[in-house]
């Protein structure tokens, strides 16, 4: 709250929506492309997630998962079982739009390192069956709209933007 002073005197108390990094981080509009952006990230991303924790989708689940990390790619125990349950969250934070920016960040980040064990199969995803392994063309998507959400915010229809228009009502 801030005092507004007249003479000397304060007359009124007006709110203040808060300026805190944390809170300009959810601060969005009411714009579509958050919206299309991290909903279409979160759908695609979350059977991946359900896969790696929950063993569905023909999944080995977390364990599984977790030793494959440690064994084949060298991961430490703590981030790889780290990684698996962010992997479910993030899609899930970003298809309600909850800290958008940062699901949309930590998946960014989480799909550049899987894009790097893909490079040794090249570019293209393996459409044919003539190719050992994935490329890593359908990493580049995801971190495209991953990044898009980090600049636009969570947008439309998510609790982001409910917060912050509450916010901002109040302030007035």
Do not use: C
């Not at 780290?82 to 934070?93: D, G, K, R, T």
């Not at 960040?105 to 190719?131: C, D, E």
């Amino acid at each position: 709250m801030s005092a507004l002073v007249s003479r000397g005197t304060k007359v009124a108390q007006r709110p203040q929506a808060p300026s805190s990094l944390a809170w300009r981080a959810i601060e969005t509009s009411d714009d579509v492309r958050g919206l299309v952006a991290r909903v279409v990230l979160g759908a695609v991303i979350f059977p991946h997630g359900a896969q790696h924790l929950l063993g569905w989708f023909g999944g080995f689940g977390f364990h599984g998962t977790r030793a494959w990390m440690e064994s084949t790619l060298g991961v430490p125990r703590i981030v790889a079982g780290s990684s698996i349950v962010l992997e479910l969250a993030a899609p899930i934070l970003l298809v309600v739009g909850a800290g958008g920016r940062f699901a949309a960040a930590w998946m960014a980040a989480f799909l550049a390192v899987a894009a790097s064990t893909h490079a040794s199969s090249g570019f293209f995803m393996n459409w044919l069956g003539n190719q050992k392994g994935e490329g890593f063309e359908y990493h580049f998507l995801a971190i495209a709209l991953a990044v898009t959400v980090v600049l636009t915010g969570s947008g439309k229809l998510s609790v982001d933007r409910w917060l912050t228009t509450r916010a901002a009502e109040s302030s007035r």
